[in-house]
């Protein structure tokens, strides 16, 4: 299991469409897309993989996931 910082990282959405978002961590660069219609979840670029990432926009929202 990762060890997560005890500060989170607060996602911005930079891009949207009818069926994706784009978020982007600010902090450490870190950007995914979140599919809004169906689930969906790609890593562009990683940033600070142990940091808690978190950001929302409409009916979108992400919370802290551990794998």
Known sequence: MVEL??????MECEAENDSE???ACPTCGRRVVVGKR???FVVLDRGDFS???????GGVEMSSVVV
């Open 5 to 10: 910082h005890d500060e989170g990282h607060r």
């Open 38 to 40: 169906e689930p969906k």
């Open 21 to 23: 978002v784009l978020f």
């Open 51 to 57: 940091a808690r990432h978190t950001g929302s926009l």
